[in-house]
């Protein structure tokens, strides 16, 4: 529907933007299966660390809290109440919370 391909270095279900202007997409299964029995996703965003910090600031504000804070692999989770969770990330560490 978008027009996005398979990503050529990762598994089948990544996809890229052909024309290099939108994010890409990663998707992740899943360890196991929502105590609750409900549905819910897990979105990967990536982009530049500038755009990263103000995606996670804005999702803070929109009620999302940051729930996750991975310097290492260099991305955050936000999570919604229903346990939606998206992971911003980029190329270079985001600073550590106070």
Same mark, same amino acid.
């Given at each position: 529907?978008? #027009?996005? %391909?398979?990503?050529?270095? =990762?598994?089948d279900e990544d996809l890229i933007d052909p024309h290099?202007?939108?994010?890409?997409?990663?998707?992740?299964?899943?360890?196991?299966?929502? =105590?609750? #029995?409900s549905v819910t996703i897990h979105l990967v965003v990536w982009g530049p660390r500038n755009w990263a910090d103000?995606? &996670? !600031?804005? @999702? !803070?504000?929109? #009620?999302?809290?940051?729930?996750?804070?991975?310097?290492?692999?260099?991305?955050?989770?936000?999570? %919604?109440? =229903? @346990?939606?969770? &998206?992971? &911003?990330?980029?190329? =270079? !560490?985001? %600073?550590? !919370? %106070?």
């Amino acid at each position: 529907m978008l #027009g996005y %391909d398979r990503r050529p270095d =990762s598994p089948d279900e990544d996809l890229i933007d052909p024309h290099g202007r939108l994010a890409p997409f990663w998707f992740e299964e899943m360890d196991e299966l929502r =105590s609750d #029995g409900s549905v819910t996703i897990h979105l990967v965003v990536w982009g530049p660390r500038n755009w990263a910090d103000s995606r &996670v !600031a804005a @999702g !803070a504000a929109a #009620g999302g809290p940051m729930s996750r804070l991975n310097l290492e692999e260099k991305f955050c989770t936000l999570a %919604d109440p =229903s @346990g939606n969770e &998206v992971d &911003v990330a980029t190329t =270079s !560490a985001p %600073d550590q !919370a %106070d």
